[in-house]
């Protein structure tokens, strides 16, 4: 069974750095086409791509944030770590971490998601 | 990036209807196309992948078809359940984009 959460801050000043951490469960970021990924969603709004990470140490970002995203993993930990700097109030969103399987890039499993508000 | 635009944006519909949300992409992406359905506070779930095929464990009401540049998928019977957002996104290339929803709501 496959399982994915986020943690992290739920509130942020503007300017600051957004640190999220996934945790997931039922698989190895170590096992070939495997793979997670993050989304965001503004409240109302639609999904929004993000980063994600294969199993090869592979990384792909979304280009409109691509110079204030940084993602990485830790298998030992079955983690995987979103940063997000610079952060301001259109930011606000929920952001979900998603599983991504060996035959497409698509997600198949989804945390619950985390709602990060940015506001002074 | 590929655009994905979904229509309509909202709809409204009645138990047992037959439903069709369209999903038309900026360039030819094949069939690397999946839909997600997403109730309100929850995480999406994936329905279709490959265009056309159908997610283990969705019910069969469910259906997607389309390649190229036009894609729909299809609820054949509209169950209570079903009201909810759906999102299509391409996997064709990065950046992965996602349609802008299209709201499924009671009549």
């Known amino acids: 069974q496959i399982t994915l959460k986020e943690s992290g801050p739920t509130l942020v000043k503007p300017t600051q750095t957004l640190t999220l951490t996934c945790t997931f469960s039922g698989f190895s970021l170590t096992t070939s086409g495997m793979g997670v990924g993050w989304i965001r969603q503004p409240p109302g709004k639609a999904l929004e791509w993000l980063a994600l990470?294969?199993?090869?140490?592979?990384?792909r970002y979304s280009p409109s944030l691509n110079s204030r995203l940084t993602i990485t993993s830790d298998t030992s930990k079955n983690q995987v770590v979103l940063r997000l700097t610079n952060m301001d109030p259109v930011d606000t969103a929920t952001y979900h971490c998603a599983h991504i399987g060996a035959a497409n890039v698509l997600f198949n499993y989804w945390g619950q998601g985390i709602l990060v508000t940015v506001s002074s | 990036a590929i655009q994905l635009t979904q229509s309509p944006s909202s709809l409204s519909a009645s138990v047992g209807d037959r439903v069709s949300i369209t999903c038309r992409a900026s360039?030819?992406?094949?069939?690397?196309l999946a839909w997600y359905q997403q109730k309100p506070g929850k995480a999406p779930n994936l329905l279709i992948y490959d265009a056309s095929s159908l997610e283990t464990g969705v019910p069969s009401r469910f259906s997607g078809s389309g390649s190229e540049t036009d894609f729909t998928l299809t609820i054949s019977s509209l169950q209570p359940e079903d009201f909810a957002t759906y999102y299509c996104q391409q996997f064709n290339s990065y950046p992965l984009t996602f349609g802008g929803g299209t709201k499924v709501e009671i009549k």
């Open positions: 990470i294969h199993w090869d140490g592979g990384k």
């Open positions: 360039q030819d992406i094949s069939t690397a």
